[in-house]
């Protein structure tokens, strides 16, 4: 990995809508330990997770793979032979970085520039979206979804990461203001958290966990569960039992 740059984005500017460019892409990796609480262990638990289900000879997808943090932990956490790391992103300067980041992989990674919502899921045994399917449109979650369910082998698992929203308006405000005081005690300002906050609305559109959970569950995933949350994130592993 190169030498992080920090986000300072947000001072600068205000009022564009949220874009995965170059100038996203200069700082991301800063951007998004500095802005999600828990991200480290989530990358670290997709290792672990890898090394109990991955399954020989079988395909790792990390859909919207940003500049290869979740590629680089499933390959990190194989224990079985054959395997091949998928890293799909849909921005050519995420993935050119990606390219960089991930050239000592132990296991191959192969990236692809595509839509993931184009991509054929094929023989998966792990497949993750981290902090990927709250950027994409509501009414299209569902298939996309559906068809990493019908290219998943049995016993294989997805591990799905995101920004929610809590349907208790009480229990709303206190997250956000939670997520908020956090982001300032990792050095942002009081006005790039609310020009980031404006950036991203309409952007990234969270969804109530019980949302996500029935939304697995009509894909076809037998068991879901919710294995971690601080404040208004969270990951949930899915079995394709």
Not at 42 to 48: E, G, P, R, S, Y
Not at 131 to 143: D, P
Not at 169 to 182: D, V, Y
Request: charged share 20%; hydrophobic share 40%; aromatic share 8%.
């Amino acid at each position: 990995m190169i030498k992080k740059a920090k986000d300072t984005l947000f001072t600068q500017k205000e009022g564009m809508p949220f874009a995965f460019d170059a100038e996203v892409t200069r700082v991301f990796e800063d951007m998004i330990q500095r802005s999600v609480p828990g991200y480290g262990l989530t990358l670290q638990m997709i290792a672990v997770i890898a090394g109990l289900y991955a399954q020989k000879n079988s395909k790792l997808y990390d859909l919207g793979c940003s500049l290869g943090a979740s590629s680089l932990a499933l390959a990190h956490g194989i224990k079985v032979e054959g395997c091949e790391v998928v890293g799909v992103d849909n921005s050519e300067a995420m993935l050119a970085q990606c390219h960089r980041n991930t050239k000592q992989s132990p296991v191959s990674i192969v990236l692809q520039q595509d839509d993931i919502q184009n991509m054929l899921i094929e023989d998966a045994s792990v497949v993750v979206l981290n902090f990927t399917l709250q950027f994409i449109a509501k009414e299209e979650r569902q298939a996309l979804l559906t068809r990493i369910y019908q290219g998943m082998r049995q016993g294989g698992v997805l591990i799905l990461s995101e920004k929610v929203c809590f349907e208790d308006g009480f229990e709303q405000q206190q997250h956000i203001a939670l997520h908020e005081a956090f982001k300032k005690a990792q050095g942002y300002s009081e006005l790039e958290v609310s020009r980031k906050r404006q950036s991203l609305e309409n952007v990234l559109i969270p969804e109530p966990i019980s949302a996500h959970h029935a939304r697995l569950k009509d894909a076809g995933f037998d068991e879901v569960q919710t294995w971690f949350q601080c404040f208004n994130f969270v990951s949930v592993l899915a079995y394709k039992v």
